[in-house]
Each structure stands twice: as structure tokens, then as C-alpha cells.
């Protein structure tokens, strides 16, 4: 099984950047297609970008296509997760995932593996 440390989060003004970092440890990290997926207040979790698992093929919600970048470095064992244009509503704990196939999924309950989160708040 893989250990994932997300890291990065903080506060940032509407306009803003951030970048999230997932560190993966124990099984083979370059075995696993990574994701990203956050949950607000009230809210359900909902995915936010995938990447296969040599970095090949990436996937985007609608709603951070052409704002979040996903990419991967395999040497290092971390995902990372780059945000730009951050609005109120991204406001949310992120989670990221991993799964043990080659091609990223959407799909949360197909993910084998979760950090504990990290905060993201973005303020008006």
C-alpha cells in the first residue's frame, strides 16, 4: 500500500496561486495513476484532476480546466497540484489519491489509497 502527505495549502487572496504537493511512500509510487479531489463545507467531495501513472494522460473537472495544472515528478514520489485564478469557491480541503491502474479515473471510489488533506482557502 502507498502512504500519501499532501502539503501547500494555506490562504490566498482571489487572484492567487498556489501549489499543492502529494508525497507518496511505501509501495512503488510509479505503479499508481494519481488524483486530485476536494471537499468544502456541506459539500461532497468532488474530483478536481488525474494523472496517469507515467504522466501521459491527464484529466480536468470543467470547473478548474485551463486554472489547475497536474503533473508529476516519479524520481521524487510527489504529484503536484498548480493553481492559478483562485476564486472563493475553490475554497476546500484537497485530497489526493491514488490508484492502481495505468489511465487516470474520476471515479473516487475507484481510488485505492488518501492523504489526510490539506486546507485551501481562498478569501474575496
Known amino acids: 500500500q502507498v502512504q500519501l502527505v499532501e502539503s501547500g495549502g494555506g490562504l490566498v487572496q482571489a487572484g492567487g496561486s498556489l501549489r499543492l504537493s502529494c508525497a507518496a511512500s511505501g509501495r512503488t509510487y510509479s505503479e499508481y495513476a494519481m488524483g486530485w479531489f476536494r471537499q468544502a463545507p456541506g459539500k461532497e467531495r468532488e474530483f478536481v484532476a488525474a494523472?496517469?501513472?507515467?504522466?501521459?494522460?491527464?484529466v480536468y473537472a470543467d470547473s478548474v480546466k485551463g486554472r489547475f495544472t497536474i503533473s508529476r515528478d516519479n524520481a521524487k514520489n510527489t504529484v503536484y497540484l498548480q493553481m492559478k485564478s483562485l476564486r472563493p469557491e475553490d475554497t476546500a480541503v484537497y485530497y489526493c489519491?491514488?490508484?492502481?491502474?495505468?489511465?487516470?479515473?474520476?471515479?473516487?471510489?475507484?481510488?485505492?489509497?488518501w492523504g489526510q488533506g490539506t486546507q485551501v482557502t481562498v478569501s474575496s
Open positions: 489519491a491514488a490508484d492502481d491502474r495505468q489511465m487516470p479515473v474520476v471515479a473516487g471510489k475507484e481510488y485505492d489509497a
Open positions: 494523472i496517469a501513472r507515467y504522466g501521459s494522460t491527464t
